[in-house]
């Protein structure tokens, strides 16, 4: 039995699907429970950084829920065609916030985050067409007359709403 490379390029193209998806949903939901008793925790092993993020992730429990059903979220979209783009880029939003937090605060999980990101980007690659026809949507430009007049109205417009912001 002789397999093709479509066939090999489909596996590996699911697999990585499967393991991120995974992986993001399993994070996702351990999130309420990953900070809990950690200000009751003695454990000297830590670094300073680690210390002081997992007790600002630690102080409120809203927080991390958010991060985990954004998790959750993108993991889920990842396993449906018409929302895999979308997963992508909500993971690696998340993604990149936990990619910065953990070399910022000296996380050892620094290497996974980094790990599941470049996934992201492998997954992205194999929807090269689908992600070109995305970026060529965002920066699609119509023909307008631009008017210079109505945009300077806007922006005096723009300055009094930041004006009244700065009085509230």
Known sequence: MKISRETIGYLFYWTIIFVVAGSMVAYGL???VQFQGFEKSANSNLSEGHQL???FYSYSLAYPIIIGVLEILGGIFLLLNRTRIFG???LTIILSNIIIQDYIYDIK???SAIYYQVLVFVILIFDYGKVKRVV???FK???RKRDLLLMLIAFAISILF???EAKI
Do not use: D, H
Request: aromatic fraction near 10%; charge should be positive; glycine fraction near 4%.
């Open 162 to 164: 930041k004006y009244i």
């Open 30 to 32: 351990g999130k309420p």
């Open 141 to 143: 430009t119509k023909e």
């Open 109 to 111: 999980a620094l290497n």
């Open 136 to 138: 060529q949507e965002l």
């Open 88 to 90: 992508c880029i909500l």
């Open 53 to 55: 993020m997992w007790s």
